[in-house]
């Protein structure tokens, strides 16, 4: 079957950083992604990965290992504002998305 | 860009009634859209992928003469939840794709149903 695991929750101090990490197995493979979903809102999209390696965008990046079955997302210079759940979805070979159940980030001053 | 609406943002009708939920992507042609249920603290579970004039796919579970979908265009999907019970109150969220070459997935704002 396919799975994708991820911690439930986190906790992590303002200013710090933190790593969310995701494992996965899927029948095929057509990119990593993360998103942020603040409670009662829609998910929002944070990265993309199909190639092994690390990809950053200003605060946030992503790392990826195929061979591995894994992932990381890593948020720098925490701010109160980042406290929310972060989703890891791994596209399958039919282009769909399998969801996580998400790691629900908290920041504390 | 890469915008997409949902309406009504929530909602509340009693047991028993239909309830019509409209996704429309705003600033682009969407090919596939995508309708997620979510429950509280859990997380995104797809319902149905439907593409553009044909009929929706279903998940598994998934019961189709009760969430009906209809995707007339390429930028409007509908969802109706039929004889509507307390237990399909839930978070909505659909999400739309341009086709198979974009792997971005646009999310709506979601549709909150509650069913007394």
């Known amino acids: 079957g396919q799975n994708i695991d991820q911690p439930t929750e986190m906790t992590a101090t303002e200013g710090a950083i933190v790593q969310i990490n995701c494992t996965y197995q899927?029948?095929?493979?057509?990119?990593l992604f993360w998103y942020q979903q603040h409670a009662g809102e829609a998910p929002t999209f944070l990265s993309y990965n199909v190639l092994d390696g690390l990809e950053e965008k200003g605060r946030f990046s992503s790392f990826l290992s195929r061979s591995k079955g894994y992932s990381y997302l890593l948020l720098k210079e925490l701010q109160m504002k980042d406290s929310a759940s972060y989703l890891c979805?791994?596209?399958?070979?039919?282009?769909?998305?399998?969801w996580g159940a998400g790691t629900k980030l908290i920041i504390k001053p | 860009g890469a915008v997409v609406s949902q309406h009504p943002s929530w909602v509340i009708c009693k047991s028993g009634t239909s309830v019509k939920i409209e996704c429309r992507s705003l600033d682009f042609q969407a090919t596939t859209m995508f309708w997620y249920r979510q429950f509280p603290k859990q997380s995104l579970m797809l319902m149905a992928t439907s593409n553009e004039g044909s009929k929706a796919t279903y998940e598994q579970g998934v019961e189709k003469d009760k969430f009906l979908i209809n995707h007339a265009s390429l930028t409007l999907s509908t969802l109706t939840v039929t004889s509507a019970h307390p237990e399909d109150s839930s978070f909505y969220i659909c999400s739309a794709r341009t086709g198979t070459s974009d792997y971005e997935q646009y999310f709506g704002p979601g549709t909150r149903l509650t069913v007394t």
């Open positions: 979805a791994v596209m399958d070979s039919n282009y769909q998305l399998i």
């Open positions: 899927t029948s095929g493979f057509n990119g």
